[in-house]
């Protein structure tokens, strides 16, 4: 019984794209070794990249003009997350023309994806991804932001306000 093979020359076939591969490897080597361009070096301690305004770093509760949180627990943002990463407890507010407002907030920067859908799916404005990108710390626990980090955390200088009216 004869079994059909493909023909000898293609699994030779494959050798074209390591030699081509292998090629522009060395020849961007040598480029780089005799300095026939500049290679862009940027000293990262003490000069920072500027990053584009549509970066998504960590997250930010946006405050009212009056000082509180402008989040009114509607789950939205809960709801939208992909990774499950946003945790809200809601509760009842004393004044009666304000609905419910968080009691707790947490989101698990271990889990999230920074897809940027808790901002898009909030209509009052109330979380935003911010230009933060250095998180590195040695405990899990750093990682699971809670309400007064993400409102009023050092780096923010006392909050962010909200563009929108109350």
Wanted: aromatic share 12%; with cysteine.
């Amino acid at each position: 019984m004869l079994i059909p093979r493909p023909p000898a020359y293609r699994k030779w076939l494959y050798l074209r794209g390591f030699y081509w591969g292998f090629y522009t490897t060395l020849k961007h080597f040598t480029l780089n070794l005799l300095h026939l361009r500049k290679i862009p070096t940027i000293q990262y301690p003490e000069k920072r990249r500027e990053r584009s305004p549509r970066f998504k770093g960590k997250h930010i509760l946006t405050k009212k003009l009056d000082g509180s949180i402008r989040c009114t627990s509607c789950y939205l943002c809960q709801t939208a997350c992909p990774a499950d990463c946003i945790k809200i407890t809601a509760s009842e507010h004393e004044d009666p023309t304000v609905e419910k407002f968080p009691i707790s907030f947490q989101i698990d920067l271990l889990r999230c994806v920074m897809c940027g859908y808790c901002e898009e799916a909030c209509p009052v404005d109330a979380i935003r991804m911010g230009q933060e990108y250095e998180w590195a710390d040695f405990s899990e626990s750093n990682y699971i932001m809670d309400i007064d980090h993400l409102a009023s955390r050092p780096s923010l200088k006392g909050g962010v306000i909200s563009k929108l009216p109350t």
